[in-house]
């Protein structure tokens, strides 16, 4: 069955960088597209990027834009999300997830099988 385990997660100050990983185990994962969402408290989770597994497509919520970076390890069947210039409203638990289809999107629906998540904090 498939499994994401998420890490990489913590406490930073505003302006400092997390790299999140997303370990994914029990299927041959090169025909997927694995996204990262994350949920603020009180709020509906939502999307922060996308990846196809060759690392060759990808797709960023405005917010992620120029600050994140998804990218994808084949030989370690991990998707990173490289995070810098924190801010205080990035305060959410990331999660991973990842798509059959290899369908490049923002819609939660569309992905399969989904991580416990890795909380990130980001104070002022």
């Known amino acids: 069955q498939v499994q994401l385990v998420e890490s990489g997660g913590g406490s930073v100050q505003a302006g400092a960088s997390l790299r999140l990983s997303c370990a994914a185990s029990?299927?041959?994962?090169?025909?997927?597209?694995m996204g990262w969402f994350r949920q603020a408290p009180g709020k509906e989770r939502e999307f922060v990027a996308v990846?196809?597994?060759?690392?060759?497509?990808?797709k960023y919520a405005d917010f992620a834009k120029g600050r994140f970076t998804i990218s994808s390890d084949n030989a370690k069947n991990t998707v990173y999300l490289q995070m810098n210039t924190l801010k205080p409203e990035d305060t959410a638990v990331y999660y991973c997830?990842?798509?059959?289809?290899?369908?490049?999107?923002?819609?939660?629906?569309?992905?399969?099988?989904w991580g416990q998540g890795t909380q990130v904090t980001v104070s002022s």
């Open positions: 997830a990842a798509d059959r289809n290899g369908i490049i999107t923002r819609y939660q629906y569309a992905y399969d099988y």
């Open positions: 029990g299927r041959t994962f090169s025909s997927y597209t």
């Open positions: 990846v196809s597994w060759s690392g060759d497509r990808t």
